[in-house]
């Protein structure tokens, strides 16, 4: 439990993690703050076949309307970081609405409404100078995926039980990694308007997230 000095009031102040930010115990004083190193969740969001496969010629494998909706609903709100590609691969390659849009690129990018990274080093800073407890949605491609995959505390993975030949664009099988277990099978099969069998899986990286769980309950 961290614990300071409120600065309003000069009582004690305690980390809350269910809010995420440092909170005055007086109750006539509601001072708030945030812990001086942020600690955002980082969460991959991806939907891949039978084969981990994610794409080809820069566009998805499968129309799945309702993989669409939860991608939507899971990350709105929040922060996503993607690759250029990925940029170019939505409608009108535009950011996406109502979310802080952080795109990995090497050089610069006339855009509004997005952040650009330049390395995955910058990328880091960005997240970590953004002051709220917002999760942070790593949204591809695979070459996103593939570099901060070591950097994710949970993966959200839709399974799509379909195969297609000539996909250039995979997902690392979690499955053969040591540190990734899947927590959540998504047992409920459902069966998408496209005609898909699709489930919604979850995948925790155990050792970073005991580390994050650690550090936030200090
Ligand atoms: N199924 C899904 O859930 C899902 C989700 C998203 C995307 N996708 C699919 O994934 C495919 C795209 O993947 P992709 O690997 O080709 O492209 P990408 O990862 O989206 O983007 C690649 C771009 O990002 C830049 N980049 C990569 N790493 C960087 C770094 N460390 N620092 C700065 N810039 C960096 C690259 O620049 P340089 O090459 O110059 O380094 C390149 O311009 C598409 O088929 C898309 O539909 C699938």
């Known amino acids: 439990m961290s614990v300071k000095i409120c600065p309003r009031c000069g009582g004690i102040a305690e980390y809350n993690a269910y809010y995420g930010k440092i909170m005055c115990t007086r109750t006539n004083c509601n001072w708030e703050g945030y812990p001086e190193n942020r600690l955002h969740k980082i969460i991959a969001i991806v939907a891949v076949d039978n084969?981990?496969?994610?794409?080809?010629?820069?566009?998805?494998?499968?129309?799945?309307?309702?993989?669409?909706?939860?991608?939507?609903?899971?990350?709105?709100?929040?922060i996503v970081i993607y690759g250029y590609n990925t940029l170019l691969s939505f409608p009108n390659k535009m950011p996406l609405p109502n979310r802080t849009n952080i795109v990995l690129y090497p050089g610069s990018l006339e855009y509004q409404g997005i952040t650009v990274a330049h390395n995955i080093e910058n990328a880091i800073k960005?997240?970590?100078?953004?002051?709220?407890?917002?999760?942070?949605?790593?949204?591809?491609?695979?070459s996103i995926y593939r570099?901060?995959?070591?950097?994710?505390?949970?993966?959200?993975?839709t399974k799509i039980d379909a195969a297609t030949d000539g996909a250039d664009a995979f997902f690392p099988n979690l499955d053969a990694l040591p540190d990734w277990t899947c927590y959540d099978e998504g047992l409920?099969?459902?069966?998408?308007?496209?005609?898909?069998?699709?489930?919604?899986?979850?995948?925790?990286?155990?050792?970073?997230?005991?580390?994050?769980?650690?550090?936030?309950?200090?």
């Open 51 to 78: 084969n981990w496969a994610i794409g080809k010629n820069n566009k998805l494998l499968y129309n799945v309307p309702e993989d669409m909706k939860y991608f939507r609903n899971t990350t709105n709100g929040n």
């Open 126 to 142: 960005i997240i970590n100078s953004i002051q709220d407890d917002r999760p942070v949605f790593v949204c591809g491609g695979a």
């Open 188 to 218: 409920s099969h459902i069966q998408s308007v496209s005609g898909f069998d699709i489930r919604f899986t979850k995948y925790v990286n155990k050792h970073l997230m005991h580390d994050w769980r650690r550090k936030t309950e200090e």
């Open 147 to 157: 570099q901060m995959i070591d950097l994710c505390h949970e993966a959200y993975v």
